[in-house]
Nanobody, 120 residues
């Protein structure tokens, strides 16, 4: 079993910054983390990719390029999302995600979500 614990998020004015952190926990000795990253879901919209770091590299949504930075620590099984110059359209619930393999089983796992609100 792998759990994702998120921290960060909150309320910020446009142009402000926030940092989200996510840590994977469980029996990590038997788990292979294939990728870790962040998705978000705004009210009435589908969940969308924000940024992910995987074996193939880093994938960042065009809407946040130049403003958001993702960093992953493979040794600690953590992933952070530094969000700068936030805009009202960044308001959403942000979810940590990992694709993890245990033995022959690969699973797509999600954190509980953390609210980010950008408003003046």
């Amino acid at each position: 079993q792998v759990q994702l614990v998120e921290s960060g998020g909150g309320y910020v004015q446009p142009g402000g910054s926030l940092r989200l952190s996510c840590a994977a926990s469980g029996d990590m000795l038997i788990v292979t983390i294939n990728s870790m990253g962040w998705y978000r879901q705004a009210p009435g919209k589908q969940r969308e990719l924000v940024a992910v770091v995987g074996d193939g590299g880093t994938n960042i949504a065009d809407s946040v390029k130049g403003r958001f930075t993702i960093s992953r620590d493979n040794a600690q099984d953590t992933v952070d999302l530094q969000m700068n110059n936030l805009k009202p359209e960044d308001t959403a619930v942000y979810y940590c995600n990992t694709v993890a393999t245990v033995g022959l089983i690969t699973r797509n796992l999600w954190g509980q979500g953390t609210q980010v609100t950008v408003s003046s």
